[in-house]
């Protein structure tokens, strides 16, 4: 892999501290929440920037395809903020893909399990303010930005009870929220599985994540060689890090504008 980074400073993008890279040689993973939008009180009321579908699908075309969001939100819900991308999408942490266009999910998409889960965390929110339920294909997340420090210790016991009742899920800890999903999927698991093949394969994997549950593939990535970004303050594995999301879109317009 060579000819990759380019350390040219670029005065608009004064928090960065990462490197621009060549999108011709690069395989593009960018989660959603955090990374590419602003998170917001409710997973519902996140805002698309105008600019964002247009530099989505400039960067599929210099990167001939290989761009994938990595999300652990579902496919459908992607679209539904993203409805002309038309690069790959990991959903559900990895418990469901769009690739190609053909779509394929987990063998617990849409079970019973995950509906007396999701029943559970729905009957829980509803007698918490400040508790938000969302379901998922794969699994359930509980919510609790808009709580008091007091019933979010509630939501995290009551989660705990959850993942012991609900042996199908693992339970796993992100911004101010707590998700519930299949043990064997991972954001880390669906990058590799990408990198096995056409067009990813023989290109340099560069991942953007803000959260917890974007830190496997971000270590991944970098133990790999390649350009792991961390978006935002925290503790992270990433080499780099992004201030924002609007760091994050600056710099994929620069890979966009490369000769
Ligand atoms: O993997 P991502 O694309 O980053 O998705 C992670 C989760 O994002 C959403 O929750 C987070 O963002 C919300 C909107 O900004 C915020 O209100 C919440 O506190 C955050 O945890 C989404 O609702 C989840 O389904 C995603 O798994």
Redesign the pocket.
Known sequence: MTDVFDTTDDSDTPGSTFPSADPGVCAIFV?????L???????E??SVSDALPGLLSDLVDVANGAVCI????SVEVILSFLPSFAGDIVGC?GGETRICGVASEHRLSGSEEVKLLFEDCSAFAEERPGVQA?A?PTGA?L?Y?RASEAVAQEVKDYAAELERRHGAFELHP????L?FRPPDVGKEKAVERLMRAAPYAGRMPVYF???T??EPALSWVRARGGLSVKVGTGETGAEFRAESPQDVTRFLKRMTQKE
């Open positions: 989660d959603f929440d955090g990374t939008v602003e998170i917001a009180d409710r997973p009321a996140v990595v999300s652990g939100r942490h969302e998922k997340v919510h930005r992100a911004k101010m929220a998700e994540g803000d959260d549950t974007d």
